[in-house]
């Protein structure tokens, strides 16, 4: 099969086909989320960081002062999902002394991604203005994205922060953490599941790839499970070979994980990636 043809991608592509016991995992993922937010009465729910009906966060303050940020972002192939089913991820950082943000976005088609891009970028902004306020530390902000999320964290990493506004700093984000991100969205466009939703076109694919950008000057780690697909496989392999070690000094797959299960290892304080998500937040 060539890499363009359909039916092979959507079985590449479509994680929800190739998890079968997917919807119990993120039936997880929002009970254990409702808990979070019943159980975290310093939680500031549904801040709004721009004028878009989509564009709120939920804060998850940290006990400690001066706290890092870490800003996970969730995924979805940018057409679902919400920030209330990924509450879950607070905790464990809490406990460490990171503070946590978690924001939403449009969803594609209603909005496109590039759209979700600038969102993000809004999202991050506001964090960085206002995290002083809740006793945050914003010189210490990093990003970690799950899938889409994971896509977005890259481009967050590539963003020209002083053309968004003058006294932002240059590395706003230093360090980003990839689990099972997309960089490079030309299959994307070729996906008979994906591309009337995300509307690609070889412009948007160019604009919206960080496979074709420059190398940052912040930090990625990029990790993939281990149980993930061929294409997924390549796409967490691409971005080190493309960047190179100095931007990309991680570039690992996660043991025994699939697409959906990966994130564990992300909230356990004994997982590889929670290990990953405090280096770059300076808390290991």
């Given at each position: 099969m060539t890499r363009h043809d359909p039916a092979w991608l959507d079985a590449q592509y479509n994680n929800r086909v190739r998890v079968p016991d997917h919807a119990a995992v993120l039936a997880r993922w929002v009970r254990a989320s409702a808990f979070c937010r019943a159980e975290s009465p310093a939680a500031r729910l549904d801040l709004r960081y721009g004028a878009g009906s989509a564009?709120?966060?939920?804060?998850?303050?940290?006990a400690s002062p001066d706290a890092p940020v870490l800003v996970f972002v969730h995924g979805g192939y940018w057409r679902s999902l919400d920030k209330s089913d990924f509450s879950f991820v607070a905790p464990a950082f809490n406990a460490a002394g990171a503070t946590v943000a978690v924001p939403n976005y449009g969803l594609c088609p209603a909005v496109s991604i590039e759209d979700i891009c600038r969102q993000m970028v809004r999202a991050l902004e506001w964090t960085w203005r206002h995290a002083a306020a809740h006793g945050a530390d914003?010189?210490?902000l990093a990003v970690v994205g799950h899938s889409a999320g994971g896509h977005l964290a890259a481009m967050l990493l590539s963003c020209r922060w002083k053309q968004v506004a003058d006294d932002?700093?240059?590395?706003?984000?230093?360090?980003a953490l990839s689990i099972s991100g997309l960089y490079d969205l030309e299959p994307l466009r070729h996906t008979p599941f994906l591309q009337p939703d995300l509307r690609l076109t070889p412009a948007s694919v160019a604009r919206l790839s960080p496979a074709f950008f420059p190398r940052p000057k912040g930090r990625l780690y990029t990790t993939v499970g281990a149980l993930e697909s061929d294409e997924f496989l390549r796409q967490n392999q691409l971005?080190?070979?493309?960047?190179?070690p100095t931007a990309v000094p991680?570039?690992?797959?996660?043991?025994g994980?699939?697409?959906?299960?990966?994130?564990?290892?992300?909230?356990?304080?004994a997982g590889r990636l929670h290990d990953l998500a405090l280096r770059?937040?300076?808390?290991r």
């Open positions: 564009e709120t966060l939920d804060l998850f303050p940290a914003p010189r210490r932002l700093p240059p590395l706003l984000v230093g360090g971005i080190r070979d493309v960047w190179g991680v570039c690992e797959t996660v043991p994980r699939n697409h959906f299960d990966v994130l564990e290892s992300l909230v356990d304080p770059l937040v300076g808390l």
